[in-house]
Each structure stands twice: as C-alpha cells, then as structure tokens.
C-alpha cells in the first residue's frame, strides 16, 4: 500500500501562485497513475488533474485548464501540482491520489488519498 503526504498549501492573492507536492512512500509508486482532486466546502470532492504512471500522459479539469500544470518525479516518488493565475474559487483542500488502474476522473478510480492540504486564495 503507497502512503501519500502532501504539503505546499497556504494562502495566495488571487493572480498568484502556489505549487502542492505529494510525497509517497510504499508499494511501487512508478506503477501508479496519480491524480490531485479539491473539495471545497460544503461541495463534493472534484477533479482537478491526472497524469499516468510514465507521465507522458495528462489531463485537466476544464476549470484548471492552461493555469494548472501536473507534473512528477519517479526517482523522487513525487508529484507536483503548479497552480498559476489563481483564483478565489480555486480556494479548497486539495488531495493526492495514487491508482494502480489507468488514470481516470472520478474519486471511485483512486484507491488510496493523502490527508489534504489547504489553498485558500484572497481576491
């Protein structure tokens, strides 16, 4: 089982930047696609952005799209989300998930999550 801890969240102004990490330890994390999800609240937990296990494949929410880039590090188990050109409804706690499976959207395809980390983004 991969253990998975985020960190990099805090307060930004909007038009800002912030960039998340997720670290990883256990089972083979090369073999896992990875995805970052947000919840805000009061709403459910929703996707913001996948890549595959190799990284040579990505795919975005359309509400991230062009200002968010996913990106990640198999020699340092690591996967990183860069978020430019925030905005206050980017404003949430964003989660790290790990799947053995393809890379996929929904919160049923990830089978193991980090403990969050807080973006809040001042207008």
């Known amino acids: 089982q991969v253990q998975l801890v985020e960190s990099g969240g805090g307060l930004a102004q909007a038009g800002g930047s912030l960039r998340l990490s997720c670290a990883a330890s256990?089972?083979?994390?090369?073999?896992?696609?990875m995805g970052w999800f947000r919840q805000a609240p009061g709403k459910e937990r929703e996707f913001v952005a996948a890549i595959s296990w190799s990284g040579s494949t990505t795919f975005y929410s359309d509400s991230v799209k062009g200002r968010f880039t996913i990106s990640r590090d198999n020699a340092k188990n690591t996967v990183d989300l860069q978020m430019n050109s925030l905005k206050p409804e980017d404003t949430a706690v964003y989660y790290c998930a790990a799947t053995r499976n393809i890379l996929g959207v929904t919160t049923s395809r990830y089978d193991t999550w980090g403990q969050g980390t807080q973006v809040t983004v001042s207008s």
């Open positions: 256990g089972r083979t994390f090369s073999s896992n696609a």
